[in-house]
DNA sequence: AATTCATTCATACTAAAGGGTGATTTTATT
DNA sequence: AATAAAATCACCCTTTAGTATGAATGAATT
């Protein structure tokens, strides 16, 4: 607000002052020509280009500048926190259960069978059948495989 | 293209025009006060006047529009296909070796300690010292852990 | 030249993982 | 109620993984 208000009285000051010059001009142009009688068409076409040219000047000294709003797209990578989105078409492709899933899970977490047994509540024979089953829908051999395999189809995070 | 030649074209069509309309307009004022000699002061004046005027349009007519870009940024969510950076002061801290991480990436890929073996033409025996070596410096048992771990800490993708 | 470090390999042992088979019990679903 | 799928467990056996220890080699550093 200070800011626009102190263009303006500058625009006014320099408006002000750009006249009163311009009266200065025009009376010493009028004493300078005014003996000669016969050079009017020279003062006058003078007088015609300076005030052209302090126009031109004087316009584009203080007219306000066209805004134009020119909108530009700029791409921000935003990393999603969180980007998983269990794929429910490979789960039922390959006929998974949920417990198979479960295990899964608890194995990319670097859980051992029987750390999965006790987290789940079961033996660890039943975790090695989970297992087993598992790399057969998941056509691997070893839980590294199945687990780099589970996050590539996105069936674990 | 076309159009800014047009443009131009019509620009200088105006200026043209425009200045020669100030001739007639000149040779006018001046035929018409040179009658009465005494209104010199009047003539000059109105001279001023009206070619200060000119000069006012005719910039505002001519000159380009002052462009003022206002960027106005948009959000766009990016999901970046390959956000793997390597992690050098994990991998420095760790005091991990190359073979190391090399090792652990086979793991990550679900590789067997014999296929790792055949890959990097040495035998199982230094995979598996390489491996204790891996499991020591990132405080993990299995290796499933250590791909886990690795991957949380961006030493592989 | 001495030293450190990464890499390599070996042997022996233990622990964990994985395969195969069979069986029982829930839990949905028709 | 009958059936199918899921989940549970056991036993035996094989393979793989992991631990511990020791040692040789080459490259870089002091």
Same mark, same amino acid.
């Given at each position: 607000?200070?800011?626009?208000? *102190?263009?303006?009285?500058?625009? %006014?000051? !320099? +408006?002000?002052? =750009? @006249?009163? @010059?311009?009266?200065? /001009?025009?009376? $010493? %142009?009028? $004493?300078?020509? !005014?003996?000669?009688?016969?050079?009017?068409? #020279? +003062?006058?076409? *003078? !007088?015609?280009?300076?005030? #052209?040219?302090?126009?031109? $000047? %004087?316009?584009?000294?203080?007219?306000?500048?066209?805004? &134009?709003?020119?909108?530009?797209?700029?791409? !921000?990578?935003?990393?999603?926190?969180?980007?998983?989105?269990?794929?429910?078409?490979?789960?039922?492709?390959?006929?998974? =259960?949920?417990?198979?899933?479960?295990?899964?899970? %608890?194995?990319?977490?670097?859980?051992?069978? &029987?750390?999965?047994?006790?987290? #789940?509540?079961?033996?660890?024979?039943?975790?090695?059948?989970?297992? =087993?089953? #598992?790399?057969?829908? /998941?056509?691997?051999?070893?839980?590294?495989?199945?687990?780099?395999?589970?996050?590539?189809?996105?069936?674990?995070?």
């Amino acid at each position: 607000m200070s800011t626009t208000l *102190l263009m303006r009285n500058r625009s %006014l000051i !320099i +408006y002000g002052f =750009s @006249l009163a @010059l311009l009266m200065v /001009l025009l009376k $010493w %142009l009028e $004493w300078k020509f !005014i003996i000669t009688d016969h050079a009017v068409e #020279l +003062y006058a076409g *003078l !007088i015609a280009a300076v005030f #052209l040219g302090v126009g031109v $000047w %004087l316009t584009k000294k203080l007219s306000k500048p066209k805004q &134009q709003t020119v909108y530009v797209d700029r791409e !921000i990578v935003v990393r999603p926190t969180d980007d998983f989105v269990f794929n429910d078409a490979e789960f039922s492709r390959l006929g998974l =259960s949920r417990r198979e899933v479960e295990v899964l899970q %608890l194995i990319a977490s670097g859980a051992s069978n &029987q750390q999965i047994a006790d987290e #789940l509540y079961v033996s660890v024979n039943t975790v090695k059948t989970h297992t =087993s089953r #598992l790399f057969e829908k /998941l056509n691997v051999k070893r839980r590294t495989q199945a687990v780099d395999m589970g996050k590539k189809l996105s069936i674990i995070p």
